[in-house]
């Protein structure tokens, strides 16, 4: 059990990637508490209602994992929403202030909170090291009209977590800090997709453009974020991880010519 003895938290765990995660970490041997706005339904670990834009939801998550587990290995800073398709002249401020509070508040709140979890108790205290996985997107690295509230929260977590990354090396902090960049994963944040054209159709289509042709599914991104939770990454920090079916890649023939 690689992860034995080590403690993760999971943030947005209740469903697709997260919950995906919580489990892989689960099964390598880590204590895994799934927190979530939501309830989560069957969480591989305890389940702690959390957040994840809250300043006062993290310092209650945190006393309380540090008062039940003892100590904080792992954050895998997952929870967020799409906000929607707004482009710059029809999203509100509104919107845009929600999409940001949990995209990227959210990952700095994590981000600041987990390192003060590990250095009390955690990596700095002991031979293991300590690990935050930011949960990005390519939207972090193609520009698009929109969604714009979505593309700018998540390309604030691109380099947050290269900021994060740096502090925590010059302070010799024994805690690594990478982000990871999804395509189309085949999760819940699709659902008014789902409910217009149909979960096959809408995979489809979303899969369609995708050079690989499909969509993934939660499980390839939870492989990626166990890697780098566990020491098998242990060199790598400030780091980013597209796992986008080829997206970033280049022009796709499917997509120019409608190639099969
Ligand atoms: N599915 C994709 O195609 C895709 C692509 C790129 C990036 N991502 C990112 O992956 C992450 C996980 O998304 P997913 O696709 O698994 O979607 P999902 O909707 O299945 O899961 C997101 C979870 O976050 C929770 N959440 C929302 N607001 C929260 C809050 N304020 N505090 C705590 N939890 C909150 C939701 O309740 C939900 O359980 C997100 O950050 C998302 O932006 C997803």
């Known amino acids: 059990m690689e992860l034995s003895g080590q403690v993760a938290i999971v943030t947005g765990g209740a469903s697709g990637i997260g919950a995906a995660t919580a489990t892989l970490l689960h099964d390598a041997?880590?204590?895994?508490?799934?927190?979530?706005?939501d309830l989560a339904k069957d969480p591989p670990g305890r389940f702690v209602?959390?957040?994840?834009?809250?300043?006062?939801?993290?310092?209650?998550l945190l006393a309380d994992v540090l008062k039940t587990a003892g100590r904080l290995d792992i954050l895998i800073n997952n929870a967020g929403i799409s906000g929607g398709p707004g482009t710059l002249e029809s999203t509100t401020v509104e919107t845009w202030q929600k999409v940001n509070a949990i995209n990227s508040e959210g990952v700095f709140l994590g981000c600041k909170y987990a390192i003060e979890g590990m250095k009390q108790t955690g990596p700095d205290k002991?031979?293991?090291?300590?690990?935050?996985v930011n949960v990005s997107s390519v939207a972090a690295l193609i520009g698009s009209a929109g969604p714009v509230a979505y593309t700018a929260s998540k390309g604030a977590v691109r380099l947050l977590t290269k900021s994060v990354a740096m502090h925590c090396a010059?302070?010799?902090?024994?805690?690594?800090?990478?982000?990871?960049?999804?395509?189309?994963?085949?999760t819940a944040i699709f659902n008014i997709l789902w409910q217009t054209m149909g979960h096959e159709q809408g995979k489809a289509y979303v899969g369609g453009a995708h050079p690989i042709g499909r969509m993934a599914e939660s499980e390839e991104l939870g492989e990626l974020l166990l890697w780098l939770a566990s020491e098998r990454s242990s060199f790598v920090t400030g780091a980013e991880f597209v796992a986008d079916g080829g997206i970033t890649t280049g022009l796709s023939r499917r997509r120019v010519i409608g190639a099969p």
């Open 170 to 186: 010059e302070q010799k902090y024994a805690i690594r800090c990478n982000s990871v960049h999804p395509g189309g994963v085949d």
């Open 49 to 60: 209602t959390h957040d994840v834009a809250s300043e006062a939801s993290w310092q209650a």
């Open 29 to 37: 041997g880590a204590t895994v508490i799934v927190t979530d706005i």
């Open 126 to 132: 002991s031979a293991s090291k300590g690990s935050i």
